[in-house]
């Protein structure tokens, strides 16, 4: 498909904190029906230019090129006015209003006194939930919605406010397979009636999915364009996480992978296949250093560049166990030694390791060594 229509540029955009550079002289291009994703690991530099993007943020050099007219300054009512919508992970919904109103929240229909005429709306409202092929009652309140219908309500607005471009932040990232493959057809379809929209993301998987170019940042700098014809896994792993030696031992993985998102087939054929276990040390010792640390599944997952899944995959095929459970494990080790400390209280110890909740600890701690810490602690002489 080509794109002839450039609905939005970004020329030089620069932005620094307090001396520490967030982005460096970006370039960046959307045309209209297309899907440009921003692909880049936590702290490239994804957050910010949205929101410089959005016009939440000022830059500190460069402009915008926005349906041929050049803006130096830009704000989100400015954003508003030419068409432009912002999607979030975070569903932004009004609790105390239904699903008609959240949709058509800001652009109410009136009727000929000037009151909301809540019938236009209510149909409306049914009318755009149909183009997304999403059953949902529009009376229904959030309250009652789960996180996809939520996520759906906000994609509902670009129709609603007639938005010519979208900007969509990592707003599939916690979704189910099913719920991300009717993620992707609403957000085409969006692209098929002429809709640019800018994804931003975190997962590479995501990204080659859905785009029709890709846009790589690392450490607040562009380092490569990729359009779909061209997209190579190892490419894009390399870019967003930067070349070492080391590395060359995780690309491998993908090599003779004929469906190069996909670390499935490789995974149950771990076994004689050393090369996918690197992925299983590097998240092992990340978490053994991050023990004292608040770490979900998803933070040693970003760690090792891959998605939740194939992680939790890999853990189940080879430790026979979840990502959760070794952590917990690692922990309950690790307090052994200091339940061995003379003066130290199993609260303290239960701290230092990450699980506060001294209760839930001793629970663990009988759980993984069939003794409560007291009777453990009697063992050492304590």
């Known amino acids: 498909m080509s794109f002839n229509t450039v609905y939005l540029k970004a020329i030089g955009i620069s932005k ?13 291009s959307l045309c209209g029906g297309e899907i440009h994703s921003v692909l880049g690991s936590k702290g ?20 915008f090129e926005i349906f041929g007219k050049q803006h130096r300054r830009f704000t989100p009512v400015m954003a508003r006015e030419i068409g432009m919508q ?21 652009e109410y229909i009136a009727n000929s006194v000037g009151f909301v005429n809540y019938r236009k709306l209510r149909e409306k409202a049914e009318d755009i939930l149909k183009r997304l092929n999403v059953p949902m009652d529009p009376d229904t309140l959030p309250v009652n919605l789960g996180e996809f219908e939520k996520q759906v309500v ?18 599939a990232s916690s979704f189910t397979n099913g719920q991300k493959q009717k993620m ?6 969006m692209s098929a009636s002429g809709i640019g929209i800018v994804y931003f993301t975190h997962m590479l998987e995501d990204a080659i999915r859905i785009s029709d170019r890709i846009t790589v940042l690392r450490d607040g700098k562009r380092v490569c364009v990729e359009e779909r014809k061209s997209f190579d896994t190892q490419v894009l792993i390399r870019e967003m996480v930067g070349y070492d030696e080391s590395m060359s031992v995780c690309l491998n ?30 998240a092992i ?15 040693v997952a970003d760690a090792v560049h891959l998605s939740s899944g194939y992680l939790m995959m890999l853990f189940k095929n080879h430790m026979d166990t979840s990502i959760m459970e070794f952590i917990y494990k690692q922990r309950i080790e690790k307090s052994k030694s200091m339940l ?3 003066g130290k209280k199993i609260s303290e110890v239960a701290s230092d390791v990450g699980i506060p909740n001294s209760q839930y600890f001793s629970v663990l701690f009988k759980k993984y060594t069939d003794m409560t810490p007291k009777e453990y602690r009697k063992t050492q002489g304590v």
């Open 86 to 106: 912002s999607l979030y992970e975070s569903q932004y919904l009004m609790q105390d209003l239904t699903v008609a109103e959240n949709i058509f929240m800001g």
């Open 16 to 28: 620094d904190y307090n001396s520490s550079i967030a982005l460096a002289d970006i370039d960046f």
């Open 285 to 299: 010792s990340f978490i053994n250093g991050h023990l004292d640390d608040s770490i979900s599944p998803k933070d």
């Open 154 to 171: 906000q994609l509902a607005r670009v129709y609603a406010n007639n938005a010519r471009i979208v900007l969509a932040d990592n707003i």
């Open 44 to 63: 490239a530099g994804k957050s910010t230019m949205m929101r410089i993007l959005s016009g939440a943020l000022p830059v500190d050099k460069g402009y």
């Open 340 to 342: 061995a400390e003379k």
């Open 253 to 282: 993985l993908t090599r003779e992978d004929e469906d190069k998102t996909t670390f499935l087939k490789l995974a149950c054929a771990a076994e004689n296949n050393k090369n996918i276990l690197e992925y299983l040390k590097a």
């Open 184 to 189: 992707v057809e609403i957000l085409k379809e």
